[in-house]
């Protein structure tokens, strides 16, 4: 189960998501009623699955008042009669929303997994990416989920601030401050520039000094170095996490599992007992008004897909994990990928190499069109 809650206090110059500024408190409850709403009329999309996660994300949940978190995570465990301590529950947080107070709300009310939006250990980097946090909200947030009991505290880390000078043989200072604070689950992401973002538009006019390519690419190789070094798994692309604390809500997602998504903009993936092997991919309306107004007029788009389209997006999603796939499925693809450096054998199936992680987009283009042929 996926839940989105849209609002955010300020708009990150490079953010790409549903997002909504709060321009005062966001509508607590009515959002909760449209989600609960959402919920009772969707839930038998997915009658007899069993409930394995729920994942809050935005947005910014952490804004959300946790009641109202503690209700909905209450409601969604009842429906599928599942008991929430066997859930992985997770929250988004930003570091400025990470009161103690707040925290032990969230414990109370089932949440296990804290995703902490650190992003850097370094002023000038955070300076540089317009957070509205300031450095040291990070730490004290991660040692607040310390000491409250989270059973996964998980931190994103950005590579690549703008106008930062780097190194790009060294891994940033960050990855060592992330190390020290013994967070279990670590989310790394080069900096991308959409082009529809603020960071878009000073790209365009030439504004920004963006990290070149090749460095930006140094920088994730010797991060994870230091990250495998310090004894984390490289599990997918932008996820390393300590032994058998992988992320079970997003390892199921990569893994072809079902999901409902509820709230603005939300995803939702199910199979299609009309079509073998086929599913429907669902997205929800952007527009706040609409999707408060609930009914048919929450849904934004759907798209119905064949068993062929699902085996296709379940390879390249296979192939930004370390488990990989399976080469006879990979085709002429897995020899492309060998030839390339890009994936290595282990056993029956063809795993991405450090390259291909750093080639994940493009593997997965390559996916797409061995499958479909040529357009
Ligand atoms: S906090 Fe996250 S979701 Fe909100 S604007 Fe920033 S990057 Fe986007």
């Known amino acids: 189960m996926y839940i989105h809650y849209p609002w955010c206090r300020a708009l990150c110059p490079y953010c790409d998501f549903p997002v909504l500024v709060a321009r005062g408190e966001p509508p607590h409850r009515a959002y909760l009623d449209a989600v609960l709403g959402e919920l009772h009329e969707r839930a038998a999309e997915v009658d007899g699955r069993t409930l394995r996660s729920i994942y809050l994300g935005g947005g910014t949940p952490s804004l959300w008042e946790p009641a109202c978190i503690a209700e909905l995570v209450a409601a969604v465990a009842r429906r599928w009669q599942a008991a ?29 997994r804290l995703s902490i939006g650190v992003q850097s250990w370094e002023a000038a980097d955070l300076a540089a990416l317009g957070r509205d946090h300031a450095m040291g909200d990070g730490p004290t947030a991660i040692a607040r989920a310390r000491a409250a009991g989270f059973d996964v505290v998980s931190a994103d880390l950005i590579l690549g601030a703008p106008g930062v000078a780097r190194d790009a043989c060294v891994a940033p200072p960050s990855v060592a401050a992330a190390v020290a604070s013994g967070v279990e689950h670590l989310s790394v992401y080069e900096l991308t520039i959409e082009p529809a973002t603020a960071f878009g538009k000073r790209a365009r006019a030439g504004s920004l000094q963006v990290l070149p390519e090749d460095d930006l690419a140094r920088l994730y190789e010797v991060t994870h170095h230091a990250l495998v070094a310090a004894g984390y798994e ?88 370390s488990a990989g796939a399976p080469s006879v499925d990979l085709g002429e693809v897995g020899v492309w ?39």
């Open 234 to 321: 490289h599990y997918e692309v932008s996820s390393y996490a300590r032994p058998g604390r992988q992320a079970v809500h997003n390892s199921l997602y990569w893994q072809g599992a079902e999901y409902l998504g509820l709230g603005l903009g939300a995803a939702s993936f199910v199979r299609d007992p009309d079509a073998a092997g086929g599913a429907v991919r669902r997205v929800n309306t952007r527009k706040l008004a609409a999707y408060l107004a609930g009914g048919p007029h929450r849904v934004g788009e759907e798209t119905h897909l064949t068993a062929h389209e699902v085996g296709t997006d379940q390879l390249w999603l296979a192939m930004r994990t």
């Open 337 to 375: 990928l060998l030839a390339g450096g890009l994936g290595e054998v282990r056993g029956d199936r063809i795993c991405p190499t450090l390259r291909g992680f750093l080639f994940a987009d493009q593997i997965a283009s390559r996916v797409v069109s061995m499958r479909t042929g040529p357009r």
């Open 84 to 112: 929430v301590a066997t859930l992985e529950i997770t929250v988004e947080a930003n570091p400025a929303d990470c009161t103690p107070e707040r925290m032990a709300a969230w414990r109370a009310g089932g949440v296990g």
